[in-house]
């Protein structure tokens, strides 16, 4: 760890030469909104994956020439099914009226549709832990019944998910190399200047007999300090714009997907953070390696 002498000069270095850092810090806040934005998306689209999956539900859509009779031994049937814990009618009026209340608002020109627009269905309940291969056994069986026009599972809408997580974890991925080489350029370019700017008193320092270390340790605090405060910058932009998105779209976020948007995890900001540091630190010594001579 870096000595209290080694923080306070780099403390006085960063006070005087202010401007150059905060341009800095800036810069590497933009890079990491990039990055905390594609994690941000990914956090939620994961999310989304494990509520559609966690689902255990099933439409089974019902013909308009299915009768009350055929409606209730239809039920009956299904509660009997391995697997099934309830099952539900929901007719077409009760659908049309769900619909309209609670994602078209009373005011919208589709809450005007004639119920013979909704057909009526049966919501089937199945255990969480029913595997996919029994849910499509069930699902195919479902079909066969002249009752049934069309029965429709989350399976389809979580391979879709599955699909765009795995593609927006490999835009994070290239998201990330970017960041790297963007914290260890920019980083690299401001301590080599800082070390321009003082290089009378790092010259004065050798000739005094000041090790390379004694040297380097400013430079590599403040390539620290330019990093992790880059991180925490982004982060905050990015809490700051998440509360304004989600006060305008929070309630129909969470209608449309089943949850309600989250924030980064307490984990994933640390480790922004923490990698931001590192990075920084890396890019200072890197940039020293060759300007400090003995």
């Not at 399976?155 to 190399?177: H, I, K, M, Y």
């Not at 914290?183 to 008193?201: D, F, P, W, Y």
């Not at 890019?283 to 300007?291: E, M």
Request: net charge positive.
């Amino acid at each position: 760890m870096f000595s209290i002498g080694t923080t306070r000069r780099a403390r006085r270095g960063m006070l005087r030469e202010w401007r150059l850092h905060a341009l800095s810090i800036f810069s590497l806040a933009v890079a990491f909104v990039c990055l905390g934005s594609a994690l941000l998306v990914v956090t939620n689209l994961r999310a989304v994956e494990e509520r559609w999956a966690r689902a255990g539900r099933a439409s089974v859509y019902l013909k308009d020439s299915a009768s009350q009779d055929d409606v209730e031994a239809f039920k009956a049937a299904l509660i009997r099914v391995p697997g099934v814990t309830a099952a539900h009618y929901v007719s077409a009026g009760q659908a049309r009226a769900d619909f309209s209340a609670r994602e078209l608002g009373q005011n919208s020109p589709l809450a005007a549709l004639p119920v013979e627009a909704f057909p009526a269905s049966i919501e089937v309940e199945v255990r969480p832990d029913m595997s996919d291969a029994d849910l499509a056994d069930m699902v195919a069986k479902l079909k066969k019944l002249p009752a049934v026009d069309d029965v429709e599972t989350y399976q389809a809408w979580t391979e879709r998910l599955s699909r765009l997580v795995r593609g927006g974890v490999a835009a994070s991925g290239v998201l990330a190399f970017v960041v790297f080489a963007a914290v260890l350029a920019v980083v690299g370019s401001t301590i080599r200047l800082a070390l321009q700017r003082r290089k009378t008193e790092v010259e004065v320092m050798k000739l005094v007999g000041a090790t390379d270390a004694f040297v380097k340790g400013p430079f590599v605090v403040e390539g620290t300090v330019q990093g992790a405060a880059g991180a925490i910058g982004a982060i905050a932009l990015l809490a700051i714009l998440f509360a304004l998105v989600r006060g305008r779209l929070d309630a129909e976020l969470a209608a449309l997907i089943g949850i309600e948007p989250s924030f980064l995890p307490w984990h994933t900001a640390f480790g922004m953070v923490v990698l931001g540091g590192l990075l920084g630190a890396l890019a200072a010594l890197v940039s020293l390696r060759k300007l400090v001579i003995v």
